[in-house]
T-cell receptor, first 116, second 113 residues
């Protein structure tokens, strides 16, 4: 299995620009998660999708952040406009949600974002 | 709400020595517990998980963890550390429902020759 695929792996942009991060979950998985990792705040859950539907977006920091999952094999996280404090590593994870709740999240390699 | 505490931010061990990384959780019922490892510049890789059953869980790379309900702990152990084990280790807890996972702040492991 190819695992969770994220692109780009690195992104450097200037403040005010739009940034789009992409994720392809593991085939057959029905749940997808976006996380942000920083030194100060650790690993934070931003948003969770189940069967392509956003279930919990309470972790999205503000309206500048948006996420979509148009189909089972693709998701995007968009930041518009970007700010220096958005600099972080963004991880996508996917899992197979089964009745009974036993599931394991598998993480992608992350996108390292630097906003200047 | 569930929470996870990893009391050790940084640990240094000698290669070949034994290792124990501490993890304490807070959750009202039996939680789902995980240990992940993150090498520099990499994503998180699952080492092992506990959902139910035997409280001693075996994972990859020679790691094991023991769930102790009375102590609300899920410590990670390895009998002999290799230099390639140097990484950051995250303990995580999940409740029921959609499995919202809460991660600890991580423990950085340094391995010296």
């Amino acid at each position: 299995d190819a695992g969770v695929i994220q692109s780009p792996r690195h992104e450097v942009t200037e403040m005010g620009q739009e940034v789009t991060l992409r994720c392809k979950p593991i085939s057959g998985h029905n749940s997808l998660f976006w996380y942000r990792q920083t030194m100060m705040r650790g690993l934070e859950l931003l948003i969770y999708f189940n069967n392509n539907v956003p279930i919990d977006d309470s972790g999205m920091p503000e309206d500048r952040f948006s996420a979509k999952m148009p189909n089972a094999s693709f998701s995007t996280l968009k930041i518009q406009p970007s700010e220096p404090r958005d600099s972080a590593v963004y991880f996508c994870a996917s899992s197979l949600s089964l009745a009974g709740g036993e599931e394991t999240q598998y993480f992608g390699p992350g996108t390292r974002l630097l906003v200047l | 709400a569930q929470s996870v505490t990893q009391p050790d931010i940084h640990i240094t061990v000698s290669e070949g020595a034994s290792l124990e990384l501490r993890c304490n959780y807070s959750y009202g019922a039996t939680p789902y517990l995980f240990w992940y490892v993150q090498s520099p510049g990499q994503g998180l890789q699952l080492l092992l998980k506990y959902f139910s059953g035997d409280t001693l869980v075996q994972g990859i790379k020679g790691f094991e963890a023991e769930f102790k309900r009375s102590q609300s702990s899920f410590n990670l152990r390895k009998p002999s550390v290799h230099w390639s084990d140097a990484a950051e280790y995250f303990c995580a807890v999940a409740a029921g429902g959609y499995q919202k996972v809460t991660f600890g702040t991580g423990t950085k492991l340094q391995v010296i020759p």
